[in-house]
Each structure stands twice: as C-alpha cells, then as structure tokens.
C-alpha cells in the first residue's frame, strides 16, 4: 500500500468536503440535531398525566380523597365534569388520559366501616403508560387505605398507629435504583442515543460522498488511475472517520452538560470503543455505497439498515428481554446491541474491560467483516 | 376562466401526474424501498416490539428462610417476573446486575417472619437496573403491587381475617378499566405508529425529490419555458407521491395491520384515508420547500432527515404533550405529524369521529396552506 496516494485521495475528499458547505455544515449539524432532538423528544417518564373527575358524592371525604390525586406532580388535574357521557369525548380527543370517576355514598360507606370502590377509566392506546398510570393510581389508593385502616383500626380496637400501621401494611418495598438513582429515563436515553447517532450519521456522510462519485461520473478517474482499490476506499474514508471521531467527543460533552449524565467508567477504553464503532458504522456506510448508485436509494437505504434497527432492535427503546426470541435472535445480529452495552456500562455502570470486553470483540469483529465486504465487493473494472 | 381554459388547466395537471408516475415506476430500486416501508418495516415494528416487562429475571437473597419469605418468592413469577433462583451475597448481587444477567435484586432480611408474626412492620430490599427506564419503571411498579399484596394478605391470615370479612373494613377498591385496548396489546401502538413514521418519510422525501432531480439534471429550463405555471409544475408531483402513499397506506392497512395485528377499527375508514391524504399534502409543501433550498439529491436527503426527526419526535407519539416542557409543547403545535398522530388514533382505535376532531382537522388545513402555499411561492421566485 502506497500512502502517499492514500493521503492524496484523502486531501481531495477533505477539500471537497469543505468546498461543499452544506455538506460541510451537515457533517456535525446533522449528528448534533439529531442527538438533540431524540434527547429531548423522547422521555419514559410518565408525569403530568392530565385526568379528570366524576364525583358523584362530592363530600369531604371524596374531596379529601381527589385531592391526593390532584396535588401529586404525576398527575395534572384538568377539572370535573358532571355525567359519564361527558368523558368519552375528553378521552378520544386525548384530552385527558384518565378519568376516576366517584360513587355516591362514596363517604357513607367509608365511615361506616364498608368497603366502596373507586372506577378509573384509562386510555389504553400507549400501554406502556397506561400500565404505569394504573400503577401511580393503585399506589395512591392504597397509601389512603392505610390511613383510612389505621385511624379506624385505632378508635376500633384501641391500639397504638403503630400497632394499627404494621398490622395494616406489614411489609414494605423499599426499593433502590441503581445505576440511574433518579430514575430519569434522559440518563439513559441520552447516553444510548450516542450509539443511535453515530450509527446513523457517519453512513450517511460515507455513502453520499462514495455515491456522490458514481452518480458524477467522477469515480471514472479514479477506475482509470493508478491507485489500488484498498488505498482508495482507505484514502476516501479517512475523513469521514475524522470527522465521527470529532464527533463523538462533541456527543459525549452534550450528554454530561446538556443532559447532566454521569460518566463513571474509563474514558480511555470508552473513546477507544466509540472509535471501533465509528470503523463499523463507517463500513456500513461503505456497504450501502456498493449497493446503490444514485444518493436517494443511498439514504433510503441506509434508514432501512441503520437507523431502524438502531431505534427499534438495540435495546434502546425496547428492552431486549420482552422481546420475541426471533427478534431476540435479530438484534444480536446488529452491532448497536453491543455498543449500547458498553454506553450504558461506561456511562452508567462504570464498568470497564473486564466486564465489557466480549461486545468490544464484537465490534471489531463488525468491523473487519463490513470492510472486508466492502473492500471485495469494489471493482475497479465496473460491470457495465 | 372559460370551460376551455379549465379544462386545458386540468389535461395538463393530468399530463404532468402520468409524467411523475411513470418517471417513478422506472426507478424499480426506490419502488421497492417504498414497498418495504409500507410491508416488512411496519410488520417488524409491530411484531418485534414490546413495550412491557415479560419474565423479567429476578434473584433472591434470602436471609430469612421461613415460610413467608418462600411465599413473598413465590409470588415474583410470569408473566412479569422470572424467579431465577437464590444468591447468598451482595457482591455476586452486584456482578449479575453489572453484567446485565439479571434486572433486580430481591433482599430478605432476617427474622422476617418472626417480626411480621410479632406484628413488626418489616422493609424488604429491591435493587433494580434502572439504566433501562421502561424495564425499570415496570418492575419497581409491579413489585410494589406484589409485595402489597403480599402484605396485606398475610395481615388477613394473621388477624384470622379472610377476604370475606375485608368487605367489612373502610378500603377503596380501585376498579380499572383499560379502554381502547383492553388487553394492552403493544402491536396495536408500534405498527400505528411506524404506519405514521413511514408516511411522513415519503411525503417529504418523495415530492422533494422528483423537484429537486428536475433542477439537477437541468430539466427544470424546459419546463420553466413551458406554458406550464409554478403550480401546474408542482402540484403534480404532490399528486402523484400522494396517490402512491395512500396506495401503500391502504395496502399497509389492509394486508398488514388489520389481518396480522387484530386490530379493530373503530371509526370510519374513510375519514382515516381523508385525513392521511390531508396530512401528506401538508407535509409534501415542506418538502418542496426543501427543494427550493437544496441543489442536488444528497442535499435534500440530508435536510429531510434533519427535519423528520423534530417532527416524529414532537408528534407526541413517544411523549405525549403533557409530559413535554413548555416551549416543545408550543413547537409541536406547528408539527403536522401531531395532529395526523393524534387523529390516526383516535379514528381507528377510539372510534372518534368529525364532531370530535374537527378542530384538528382545521389546525391541520391551516398549516398545509402555510406549508403548501410558502413551498410554491420559494420555487416561483426561483424559477418564475
């Protein structure tokens, strides 16, 4: 190999990159936006979800009762309304998420020691909201039967609250979050989006700029010159892999400062990590670039083959375990798997080689296999 | 304008239509990339994901050993937890959950069941990996309601209670109803969801394209000297992507999310088609705007993507607009995919109809005109 014809392709492509200023700007605008936009658009955590109330008592006790709903920052109270046909629309406007609608006698029963029930109606259409919606009302409910039992268990029967409260609740959850303690889902969706972004971002730059040739005609000159294929695919990917490794020091600033995630691994092995990724991503890139020969199938196809399997198969968005084992199976096949693994492990857990070493593996193994596909399937002698 | 004129306006509106079609049909690579998205994506979108903790894989450390230790165990089992046996220390606790084999620790303390007999209120310990939200979020949920449950019935037994005589004790019950998809089935969100995804790529990508190929390839002159107006140029292309995207939305509709997903539709087919097909026109002015900025197809791609993320992720799809900060919550009043997002919804799975989307509809009519009308007047001032 012949590095001074590597360095030549490599000038040209940075000059050319340059020139075009849009292409220029988008190379670290395009990451940083997207990184933005995905850190700040998507959140699990589920709080002020707006509901209203049918009270069908409206006494003290139901108030009293309604307003542990309205003064917890989960919920969001939007007001009352005063029959059941009034909720439907609320709730198919999405206007509120839920109802909880209060019995008559509602007061009645409780102080004369019965047992009464509440109704919540939950919009069902994301059930992963709904599912923790019912969570925060059960959770609620059953914090204001403990008092209700407690105060009655102690003019009842005469027993200290203590008494009355372990007899009520005997057992408690006490429940640490590790690796997140504030369980802010932006922790772990803004370090993760790192692998989303460089997953996507340095095939797309990679593909436009090889595809940009062919669709030129420019790539003509380089069939015709003396240059090996190796040195050429080496010398035009150089800046497009200078660039993501630039890039990837910026994503990891905005992820602390911006979103205030820790880092408690080794910074070292991360950015070493990060760099075999960009090597893989930038094959993919490389990949896409000898299927395809005009830049709209090139970006087309790099959405089909990158940024869907980045968002949906790597654990993200959508923890691994709940998924079907076929879909299990599939994302293992990706390499986004293993680079989250070893975000979440650098960012949150702290670990380091030791314990991440065989995704490392699996990176670098992506990386020989997708530019070793790369470097085969580039003729110089075009079939057409 | 005489009956001549009209009809001379539309033969040629019609001329120009067949024109994009055609140009469209003889590019087979995009055509199947189109009938991927509207097929396999949003099948494997629906399929693959799922939002819910299943079999979550659970360990024990129990220092207690007793009958009520071995009951609280018991109750950690599918569909949520997974019970995958006992561990004796903190520190193997540690390196399972640092290495991802398991999502939470279950801590016993001693003497459980003799405090609980003693009436003692009792904490047992629950270590989760929080660096995955959703799973984190799920399983501290469902463990609070098992050990609850756990509680309150062992409180029962101890006091020589059973359910029959709780009737006679001040409780609320909490009576739930998921509405709209009662047994929380997530295919039902995701393929939706990917449906809406797919369709808001290809009305920018698609129009802004058959532009902005026209200006690279120069064909744009001859048309310009044409007796073609700005509009006739252009609302063909919006015509043509249009039919082709409802097309794939009903082929995507029909053969994809009703037969394989169940999914009931509620509402009115028809009004759903009426509203896809307002909402792509919509976006289809976006994209010709970015036509009128962009020289070539790379450039295009690139912004498309650039502005396709904010509005997936201001549609309210991941984070509905309750759970946004305030100024993301007024920028996704001018993204068209919240309202389309919001109608799709409510059309097939909550049965809404005109009477209560109207005000969607019209905020959604007003931002097509701004859209639509800015997007031609760009390329009339280029080109006019």
């Known amino acids: 190999m012949n590095f001074n014809r590597v360095w030549a392709v490599t000038y040209k492509e940075w000059r050319e990159i340059f020139r075009d200023r849009l292409f220029f700007a988008m190379a670290f605008v395009l990451p940083i936006g997207i990184f933005l936009a995905v850190g700040f658009g998507i959140s699990f955590d589920v709080e002020k979800i707006n509901f209203a109330v049918l009270d069908q008592d409206n006494t003290a006790t139901s108030r009293n009762f309604l307003h542990r709903l309205m003064d917890s920052r989960y919920f969001d109270y939007k007001g009352h309304v005063q029959s059941e046909r009034e909720l439907d629309p609320l709730l198919a406007d999405s206007d509120i998420r839920f109802a909880i609608i209060i019995p008559p006698r509602f007061e009645e029963q409780l102080l004369s020691g019965q047992t009464t029930s509440v109704q919540s109606l939950i919009d069902g259409v994301f059930p992963y909201r709904a599912e923790v919606a019912k969570g925060y009302i059960s959770a609620i409910i059953a914090n204001f039967n403990e008092q209700s039992l407690v105060t009655h268990s102690v003019s009842k029967f005469g027993i200290t609250k203590q008494q009355a409260m372990a007899q009520v609740s005997p057992v408690r959850l006490e429940s640490r979050y590790l690796y997140n303690q504030a369980l802010r889902s932006q922790w772990s969706i803004s370090s993760g989006f790192m692998m989303l972004v460089l997953m996507v971002a340095p095939p797309f730059l990679t593909a ?58 080794h910074p070292f092995f991360y950015y070493l990590a990060s760099v075999i990724y960009v090597i893989c991503t930038t094959g993919v890139g490389l990949v896409v670039s000898l299927l395809v020969r005009t830049q709209v199938a090139a970006v087309m196809l790099t959405i089909v083959i990158s940024f869907i399997p980045a968002m949906l198969y790597s654990g993200l968005l959508v923890p691994i375990e709940s998924m079907g084992t076929e879909t299990q199976i599939e994302s293992h096949l990706f390499p986004t798997l293993y680079f989250l693994r070893v975000t979440w492990g650098s960012f949150l857990k702290g670990l380091g080689w030791a314990e991440l070493w065989f995704d490392v593996a699996a990176l670098v193994f992506y990386a020989i296999l997708l530019w070793v596909i790369g470097f085969l399937n580039f003729h110089k002698r075009p079939s057409e | 304008m005489n009956n001549h004129d009209f009809l001379l306006w539309w033969e040629r509106i019609i001329a120009m239509t067949l024109k994009e079609l055609k140009q469209l049909f003889r590019d087979p690579v995009l055509l199947l990339i189109i009938a991927y998205f509207f097929t396999l994506d949003v099948y494997m979108a629906g399929s693959g994901i799922n939002l819910s903790l299943r079999n979550a894989s659970v360990m ?146 698609l129009p802004a394209a058959a532009a902005v190929r026209e200006k690279e390839r120069g064909t744009i002159e001859q048309l310009a000297v044409s007796p073609l107006s700005s509009l006739q ?133 007003a931002l097509g005109a701004v859209f639509f009308n800015f997007g031609v007047w760009r390329f009339r001032r280029q080109f006019g």
Request: a neutral charge; hydrophobic letters at 50%.
């Open chain 1, 208 to 265: 436009l700029g090889v595809v940009r040739e062919k669709e030129n005609g420019s790539i003509y000159n380089i069939y015709a010159s003396t240059i090996s294929r190796s040195e050429f695919i080496l010398g035009k990917l150089l800046p497009y892999l200078l660039i993501s490794c630039l890039n990837i020091i910026i994503l990891w600033w905005l992820v602390m400062t911006i979103f205030g995630t820790p880092f408690k691994g």
């Open chain 2, 60 to 205: 024990v450390i129990d220092h207690d050993h007793s009958a009520a230790s071995r009951e609280l165990i018991y109750r950690f089992r599918p569909p949520y937890f997974d019970f995958k046996g006992e561990i004796t220390g903190k520190n193997e606790a540690e390196a399972l959950l640092n290495k991802g084999r398991i999502l939470a620790v279950l801590d016993i303390p001693e003497n459980f069941q003799r405090h609980l007999l003693q009436g003692l209120p009792e904490a047992v310990q629950f270590q989760v990996d929080t660096s995955n939200t959703v799973l984190g979020t799920l399983a501290t949920v469902y463990a609070a309601e098992i050990t609850a449950g756990f509680g309150q019935d062992f409180a029962g037994k101890r006091t020589d209670m059973n359910t029959g005589q709780m009737a006679v004790l001040p409780l609320i019950q909490n009576r739930y109803r998921v509405l709209y998809n009662p047994n929380r089935i997530d295919s039902w969100f995701m393929s939706i969801m990917e449906l809406l995804t797919v369709t808001t790529m290809l009305s920018m990508m």
């Open chain 2, 233 to 365: 140029i252009l609302f063909p292309k919006v015509i043509s992507m249009g039919m082709v995207i409802l097309f794939g939305v009903s082929v995507c509709l029909f053969f994809i999310i009703i037969p394989i997903f169940d999914l009931p539709v509620k509402g009115s087919i028809s009004l759903f088609f009426a509203v896809t097909a307002l909402f792509v026109f919509t976006t289809s002015g976006i994209g010709l705007f970015i036509a009128t900025i962009s020289h070539s197809l790379g450039q295009v791609t690139m912004l498309v993507i650039l502005l396709l993320l904010p509005i997936i992720l201001l549609s309210g799809a991941w984070t509905p607009p309750e759970a946004m900060p305030q100024a993301l919550q007024w920028a996704m009043y001018i993204s068209p995919l919240y309202y389309y997002n919001e109608m799709s919804y409510a059309i097939l799975l909550k049965g809404a109809g005109i009477d209560v989307l109207w005000d969607s509809i019209l905020s959604l009519t």
